[in-house]
Each structure stands twice: as structure tokens, then as C-alpha cells.
């Protein structure tokens, strides 16, 4: 999948699937069910155990994008997009990332807070700029920051919830990643798989209201 058309699927989908987790059967269990909930655009943090294998594997199913997260060196977007990533998120803006992710053809989250950062971000080639931390006045932020920089992709990847996500797409927003609120840490340690799922229902919902 091209960057462009990459584009288009987040225009269509408004939300990402971002999993953090220490135990590889969850996480591949845990995504399924996202995944059963709707989720077409999931994403791995790679400090999961056995991130390039489920990259791999999840990236071989059809109808499904998957990402690597925290992505930190050019070594570890090869490695990513090896396995199968087709697109890159970060936690700071990181130039050579940003940079390896044109050279492969694939999208990039780098982490941006500030107007400046923001902006920064979109002068080296970021194709979205991704939201981290939320701000305490959330989609207004957002809405902010548009205001004079209409041509801003911003992607929040905290803040977002099953109650608030179309606040944040009203507001402006490109998309909406879920971490915590679709993978409830209760779930998790429960291994609610139906509960993920459920969850899944409603972001996906409330992102698209």
C-alpha cells in the first residue's frame, strides 16, 4: 500500500488499534478481538514480546494495515516494514525515521505536542503528525493548532475514548488511535477477549459519529 492511498484508508477508517502489552499470546488475542470489533488499522509497539512475528503475521491477513510503534532508529522502521509495517509511529520526531519511512514508501506517526514540533514534523516529509501527550483542553487543542495550520494531519494517540473520539474528529483530528480504553488493562489481565472486542464496537462508533 502506497502513502497515498494509506491516506485514504485513515479518511475512511478514523481510528487506530494501538496495543502495548508483556506477553505475546495476549497480544495476538487481544488484536484478534479488536480486529472482530472492526479495527482494520492496527498497530504493535515494539517493546511487545515477539513484535516482527506478529507484525508478520497480521499483516498477512487480508483487509488488515498494520504498524509498528515506537519506533526509535532507522534500524528498527527497516526491521518493521520487513515484517510487514506500513506505517511508523514514534513517540518524538525523529528525522532519520521520518526519512526512512519516505525512502520505503510508508506513512509516519512521528510524536509531536507543539505547534512547533508539529510543523517541524511536516517540513521533513511526516505524513501525519501524532498527538502524545493530550493536552488538558484536548480536541479544542486541536482545533487550535488547525486554525492557522489547516494543512496539519494530527493523529491524537492519547486522550481518546469510546465517549470523546468524535469530539476529536470534529475537531479536526485525521484519526484517533485507541490504547488503553479499547485495551482496558482489566481485559488484559482477565484475557476478556469479549470485552476487547465489545470495546472495539464502540470506539470504531464513536469515532465515525
Not at 482494520?40 to 503475521?57: A, H, N, R, S, Y
Not at 479544542?140 to 492557522?148: E, R, W
Not at 480504553?181 to 464513536?206: H, K, V, Y
Amino acid at each position: 500500500m502506497k502513502t497515498d492511498q494509506f491516506i485514504q484508508l485513515v479518511a475512511q477508517e478514523k481510528a487506530s488499534a494501538i496495543l502495548r502489552t508483556n506477553s505475546q499470546e495476549k497480544a495476538a488475542k487481544a488484536m484478534e478481538a479488536a480486529i472482530r470489533g472492526g479495527f482494520k488499522l492496527v498497530e504493535f509497539t515494539l517493546t511487545v514480546p515477539g513484535v516482527f512475528e506478529l507484525i508478520q503475521d497480521f499483516s498477512r491477513r487480508e483487509g488488515i494495515v498494520v504498524g509498528a510503534g515506537t519506533v526509535l532508529t532507522p534500524e528498527d522502521a527497516k526491521r518493521s516494514v520487513d515484517a510487514g509495517a506500513q506505517f511508523l509511529v514514534s513517540p518524538v520526531v525523529g528525522e532519520d525515521v521520518i526519512r526512512s519511512a519516505i525512502e520505503m514508501n510508508v506513512a509516519s506517526f512521528p510524536g509531536t505536542h507543539t505547534a512547533t514540533e508539529m510543523f517541524k514534523a511536516h517540513q521533513l516529509g511526516a505524513t501525519y503528525c501524532k498527538l502524545f501527550p493530550a493536552p488538558a483542553t484536548g480536541p479544542a487543542y486541536v482545533s487550535a493548532i488547525l486554525g492557522p495550520m489547516p494543512f496539519l494531519k494530527i493523529f491524537p494517540t492519547n486522550g481518546a475514548d469510546q465517549h470523546n473520539a468524535g469530539d476529536w474528529i470534529r475537531a479536526g483530528a485525521a484519526g484517533v488511535g485507541f490504547v488503553a480504553p479499547l485495551f482496558d488493562p482489566g481485559f488484559m489481565e482477565r484475557s476478556d477477549w469479549d470485552a476487547i472486542e465489545q470495546r472495539a464496537t464502540e470506539c470504531l462508533a464513536a469515532a465515525k459519529s
